[in-house]
């Protein structure tokens, strides 16, 4: 026992270190507010207490319209935004000549993310930075011809430092490799999901059997990427003076929800400039 001990205490370290893992394995509700002693701002837009993030993988020139349709129509009607992972250059057909699965893309106004260029085998691993980019750029421009793309997913999840690098250079917002290794915090690019913030449901399937949870927050992945980045800077000062409290915020977004622990008269202050906002009770809402 004594001579293992060393490794048991490695082992449980790594765990702790990749804890981006057990966001896949339990949907953890985690810590959602912070915590000002007269006032509390959560981490999700409106009255969400969570974040659901619908992705499917592998949508292509071979996608079948009808399955499509009816997939994006049942997530519509749970208020669902879905990102779709769509490869550019699946076996010798590009996603733009499928003008019937284009189109319903538009139709139903989804993300179109990019996944990879042509999908072959560990189609990144251990290519060079110069390789990823040219490959990358290939894709996208045949993507770009019909979506604006924000978010790359590498196939199999096979990617390197490489990447990431070139993925921000050619000015993507985020990446979703979904990878344990993501909590090393060794990225050039922001990665969703981030640890601990909340759940992603991926799939390949066009099933429309997806278990959504309750008050939780289904955005596009883009616009959960920009949400992300405008909590993580906000900055957050406040004054009192009698009744009066003064908020005063970095920057903000619609949605930006504030509960009062008293009956305060409440000015919000943007960069020097007063916010109007709407109060319900305790709660106000930007
Ligand atoms: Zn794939």
Redesign the pocket.
């Known amino acids: 026992m004594k001579k293992y001990l060393f490794f048991y205490i490695l082992l449980i370290l790594f765990l702790f270190y990749t804890d981006g893992f057990y966001t896949y394995l339990y949907y953890e509700r985690e810590e959602i507010v912070e915590d000002f002693g007269e006032f509390r701002i959560s981490k999700y837009p409106y009255n969400y207490d969570s974040v659901f993030l619908v992705t499917v ?2 949508i292509s020139y071979y996608t079948d319209p009808d399955k499509l349709k009816v997939f994006l129509e049942y997530l519509k009607e749970k208020n669902v935004n879905p990102t779709l ?1 769509v ?1 550019p250059y699946h076996a010798n057909e590009k996603i733009t000549d499928n003008t019937e699965v284009i189109e319903i893309l538009k139709e139903y106004d989804v993300e179109v993310a990019q ?2 260029y042509k ?1 072959i085998e560990k189609e990144f691993k251990s290519r060079s930075y110069e390789e990823q980019i040219e490959m990358i750029k290939k894709g996208k421009e045949i993507l770009e011809k019909d979506f604006e793309i924000y978010g790359f ?1 590498s ?2 999840f096979y990617h390197n430092f490489g990447t990431s690098k070139a993925l921000r250079d050619l000015g993507f917002s985020y990446e979703s490799e979904m990878s344990v290794f993501d909590n090393f915090y060794i990225h050039y690019l922001l990665q969703l999901p981030h640890t601990r913030n909340g759940r992603v449901f991926m799939t ?1 399937s066009l099933d429309p059997d997806i278990y959504i949870p309750k008050n939780a927050w289904s955005p596009k992945m883009k616009d959960f990427a920009d949400w992300w980045k405008f909590r993580k800077d906000l900055i957050v000062n406040y004054s009192m003076a009698g009744n009066e409290l003064y908020i005063f915020l970095s920057d903000y977004k619609e949605g930006l929800k504030i509960t009062l622990k008293k009956d305060y008269r409440v000015h919000i202050v943007v960069r020097e400039k007063e916010l109007e906002y709407e109060r319900e009770g305790d709660t106000i809402i930007l």
């Open positions: 993988d592998d992972f490869i996944h990879g999908h997913r196939p199999g390949h």
